[in-house]
C-alpha cells in the first residue's frame, strides 16, 4: 500500500507495481539537495552528458528523451521512475506523448543540479537500459 494514500486516494492499486530495487541498480539515494560543485559537474554530470542528457537552455537542469516501443512500455517506465522519485521525495519534470518521455531534473530547493538529479537521472537511464 502506498505511505501516502490519505493524500493520494486511488494509489492503493500500486502496491503490487514493479519496480526495480535501487540495490541492483548500484544506485546510491543518500545524496544531498545541495547544488552541484564544479568539481561534482565534472565528475559525476560528465557521464550523464555524455549518455545523451543535454543541459537545458537558461537554468541549471537536465533534460533527455526516451524512445519506447509504444505507449504501454512507455508508461511501465514511468511508473519505474515515479515509484523511485516517489520513494527518494525527488520529482522529475517530464512530459508523455504515446511512445516518447522526455524528461527534466532540476532541484528546486537549491535553485539548480544536485546529486538528487544525478542520481535519478541515472536510474533513468539504468531502468531504460533494463526495458
Not at 26 to 42: F, H, I, M
Amino acid at each position: 500500500m502506498c505511505p501516502h494514500e490519505s493524500e493520494c486516494p486511488g494509489t492503493s492499486g500500486l502496491s503490487g507495481a514493479s519496480v526495480i530495487p535501487s540495490a541492483s541498480l548500484n544506485v546510491d539515494y543518500s545524496s544531498s539537495g545541495e547544488k552541484l560543485t564544479e568539481q561534482q559537474r565534472a565528475s559525476e554530470l560528465a557521464p550523464l552528458l555524455a549518455a545523451g542528457w543535454v543541459m537545458v537552455e537558461g537554468r541549471d537542469a537536465i533534460v533527455k528523451t526516451f524512445t519506447f516501443q509504444d505507449f504501454i512500455q512507455a508508461w511501465g517506465w514511468m511508473s519505474r521512475v515515479a515509484l523511485q522519485s516517489e520513494k527518494n521525495d525527488h520529482h522529475p519534470e517530464w512530459n508523455n506523448v504515446y511512445n516518447r518521455v522526455e524528461v527534466t531534473w532540476s532541484t528546486h530547493d537549491c535553485g539548480g543540479l544536485s546529486l538528487k538529479d544525478v542520481k535519478l537521472a541515472t536510474f533513468c537511464d539504468q531502468a531504460y537500459a533494463k526495458n
